[in-house]
Nanobody, 120 residues
Framework: HVQLVESGGGSVQAGGSLRLSCAASGYIGGGTSYGWFRQGPGKDREGVAA???????FCADSVKGRFTISRDNAKNTLYLQMNNLKSTDAAVYYCAAELGEITSQADFAYWGRGTQVTVS
């Protein structure tokens, strides 16, 4: 069992920045993949960024150049640095983990409860 807890959400003006954190507890192996997802009002959950077991990162086109995903293995913490936020970025943001390789959202077995990001 892996437990994930997001933090760092809040309200920010357009053009501002936030850093989201996701603290992982329980068994965290050396081959863990992580992802950030978001769900806006009336929308489906969509992938934002991911980092695979080798540390390779992937970002959605909508956030590329503005968001950066990273992890600190020593702290078992995942981060999402969000810069130049837009109104379309407003959503509940979720972190997810999978003990292995990933190819899609369905591959993530563990999910946090989400943190709200509001852009005004």
């Amino acid at each position: 069992h892996v437990q994930l807890v997001e933090s760092g959400g809040g309200s920010v003006q357009a053009g501002g920045s936030l850093r989201l954190s996701c603290a992982a507890s329980g068994y965290i192996g050396g081959g863990t993949s992580y992802g950030w997802f978001r769900q806006g009002p009336g929308k489906d959950r969509e992938g934002v960024a991911a980092i695979d077991i080798r540390g390779t990162t992937f970002c959605a086109d909508s956030v590329k150049g503005r968001f950066t995903i990273s992890r600190d293995n020593a702290k078992n913490t995942l981060y999402l640095q969000m810069n130049n936020l837009k109104s379309t970025d407003a959503a509940v943001y979720y972190c997810a983990a999978e003990l292995g390789e990933i190819t899609s959202q369905a591959d993530f077995a563990y999910w946090g409860r989400g943190t709200q990001v509001t852009v005004s």
